[in-house]
């Protein structure tokens, strides 16, 4: 069985997806370069790794039947039109859960804790007895998308000491945290101390974080998101930030990446700006999530856990 690996890290990918999976055949290219790989050998793949599909490369793979997203994100491979519908997709989503979880808690410390006051202070050599870190003792956290990455942020900030909820599509009981819907997160984010953003791209989640929430907000409510840049309308973060009904906001990913430069955001006094790096996409974060995967192409089994093209993931 043949798998082509479409990535601009192909020369890390291709080695690791190989030994991982020795009966595969793995040949790789960068995104640019699609005449890297004999035209003929691509045409006879059965399997594709990829990020972003290059314009025309399905065409390419006539015998093509399933895609490897390198990522946790499909909204981008769902919404390609070269794509036929019939062609499963998996995701992977590795230790992204473990790597956010990182992320928002050492933001939200950094914060807590009153870092960036005690490095000035120090700067001036000034022994500064008001500066205080703030309790997050019992602080709502509300965490919108509470698959295996939600699910992991939350259990970092109720070790924080936080009082955590999951934002689900449908709510559900849950042995380890309270799961609403997604028509109560108006109503809970007045009392709000965090809101992560860990849902993915869908009809129903593209830019839920507008006007009509972020109006319902508070000064001491910092928003995270860490899932895709569609889910928050810019314009009406910024807004609010102005306004007050919401303190700050830390942000990995954009409608746009890279950031243009001409941003506000990159500017702005409330706001974090991070490059997508909130959960790495290598091989030894992501290949024993792929795993199963791999070993039932390689024995021409069906992928487990395809995603769902209805509800997006």
Known sequence: MRLAVVHHHHEEWVPALQAAEPRLEVRGMHPRDLDAIDPAWLGGAEGLFCWRLPQGLVARMPCLRWVQNSGAGVDHLLANPELPPHIPISRADGTFGLW?????AGHLLAEAQRLERSAEAQRAGR???SIL??????GPALVLGFGRIGR??????RELGLDVTGVVRTPRPDPEFPLVGLSDLVSRLGAARVLVLAAPLTSATRGIVGAHLLDRGNARLTLFNVGRGELVDPAALLLALERGTIGRAVLDVFPEEPLPPDSPLWRHPKVTVTPHHSGPSTPR???????????AFAEGRPIPGVVDRERGY
């Open 100 to 104: 956010m979880a990182r992320y928002v």
């Open 127 to 129: 022994w500064d007895a």
């Open 133 to 138: 870190p703030e309790d997050l003792t019992g």
């Open 152 to 157: 992991q942020i939350g259990r970092a900030l």
């Open 285 to 295: 974060q992501l290949i024993p999530d792929i795993l199963p995967n791999l070993r």
